[in-house]
């Protein structure tokens, strides 16, 4: 009879195999946890570039244009995708509203796989920011933008490139401390050229 005689000490490296993989996704996550990186901050690969060319229809019963880039020309459009069943989407209403009035730049609004109707219902009950408003009933002009949901805001210079993004609802000290900054570095930026 031959015995197989183990290694102890591959045994012994095989026990602390998982132990040492354990330690070691741990040791990443802390570098991450602790590097001081927002992680709600999404990087688009679009920052820089020009916008989507997507032309969208204009939401019907609504007395405004459908949705198209080639309107950008030359002015500074931020791009906010909203749809009337998403709440926070509601929670940033009031601060759109308050964008629209500063006159020195347009809103563009993309409706989300919304209904009509609820979308025509939402802008009424909340006001309408927009100058121009197209529905993607597909979802596939979001697919262009590179949306991950909605709401989502996009700051398009004069010069039809993205100049900025934003995930989720804003919220009075984003408009504050990161919004208006690019806006206002966008339209210096048109101003000067």
């Known amino acids: ?11 012994r490296w095989l026990l602390l195999l998982p132990l040492a993989l354990f330690l070691a996704l741990s040791g990443v996550f802390l570098v991450q946890l602790l590097s ?11 920052i820089g570039r020009e916008a989507p060319v997507t032309s969208l ?8 244009p459908g949705f ?31 964008l629209a009035a500063d006159g020195r730049f347009d809103i563009a ?12 219902r939402f802008l009424n009950e909340l006001g309408n920011p927009y100058t121009l408003i197209g529905t993607d009933d597909s979802g596939r002009a ?13 700051l ?17 000290e984003v408009v504050t401390r990161e919004l208006m900054p690019q806006i206002e570095k966008a339209l210096a930026a048109g101003a000067s050229s």
């Open 36 to 46: 001081g990186r927002d992680s709600s901050v999404i990087p688009s690969a679009l």
């Open 109 to 120: 609004g993309l409706n989300y796989k919304d209904q009509p109707e609820n979308a025509r």
């Open 1 to 11: 009879m031959s015995e197989q005689v183990e290694n102890p000490g591959r045994r």
């Open 156 to 172: 398009v210079g004069k010069d039809g490139r993205i100049a900025y993004k934003h995930v989720g609802p804003f919220s009075p």
């Open 68 to 98: 198209d880039p080639a309107q950008f020309a030359g002015k500074v459009t931020l791009v906010n995708v909203w749809a009337s069943w998403c709440a926070p989407c509601r929670q940033e209403h009031p601060l759109l509203m308050q």
């Open 142 to 154: 979001a697919i262009e933008w590179g949306v991950y949901g909605v709401p989502e805001t996009f």
């Open 57 to 64: 229809p204009a939401l019907d019963g609504i007395n405004l």
